[in-house]
């Protein structure tokens, strides 16, 4: 299976990605790296990694719709058949979003559908919850909805801060991230109505959404 990802700046989960696609006996490679921010630093992990990049700024465009018309060109002229959101900063619209439905997957950094949107850490802290993680989901045009692929949950620790916690649930996102891109690309997630069903490997469903235990 031929993969897109979408990123805006570090890339830490590309590169998570990257690496994942590399095991042996893994069904598909990433076969196009788009950043919407022409410095963004995962455009250089994928270069390292041999992997094709393109910028589409989305400054240069006037709207929206414009802008992803030409992410889907883009997309479509390499052979994308899934594309993954890695940090990718852009609200989609709904045009694009549909294109893409059951083949497009996001990561967030909370346990959907609790705390979608931004400043996820701080809100969780504010809400004084503890246990909070990240999910992996399917794209719909709705903020942070979509059917759950997994999820991983992270603990709240004592004296956690915004940054201590955020830098915590990253490495939970590392582990989901490429576990979730193996059950798609392998097949055993798909989605029914708007729910995610998993096959195990002998074909059987499994419960759905796949949920690693505690990260500590």
């Known amino acids: ?19 994942a696609c590399e095991e ?13 921010r022409p410095g963004a630093a995962g455009l250089d992990i994928a270069k390292a990694a041999g992997i094709p990049t393109l910028v589409i700024d989305h400054k240069e465009f006037t709207t929206r719709e414009t ?32 294109k893409w439905r059951d083949r497009q997957l996001n990561i967030h950094p909370s346990l959907l559908p609790a705390f979608k949107g931004l400043h996820v850490h701080q809100r969780a802290l504010d809400a004084g919850v503890r246990i909070t993680g990240c999910t992996v989901h399917f794209v719909r045009p709705e903020m942070d909805e979509g059917p759950i692929v997994a999820q991983a949950a992270v603990p709240v620790l004592p004296g956690d801060t915004a940054e201590t916690l955020a830098a915590r649930i990253l490495e939970a996102e590392h582990k989901l991230y490429p576990l979730a891109l193996r059950l798609v690309v392998e ?12 096959n195990d490997v002998d074909g059987t469903d499994i419960p759905a959404p796949l949920f690693m235990p505690t990260l500590q």
């Open 24 to 36: 042996p006996g893994f069904r598909g490679h990433i076969a196009l790296v788009i950043s919407n």
């Open 187 to 198: 097949g055993r997630a798909r989605v029914v109505g708007e729910h995610v069903v998993l």
């Open 1 to 19: 299976m031929k993969i897109g990802i979408l990123i805006s700046g570090r890339g830490s989960n590309l590169k998570a990605l990257i690496n």
């Open 67 to 98: 802008f992803d018309a030409e992410l889907d060109r883009a997309l479509t002229k390499a052979g994308v058949e899934l594309v993954c959101n890695a940090g990718f900063m852009r609200i989609l619209t709904d045009g694009f979003v549909e």
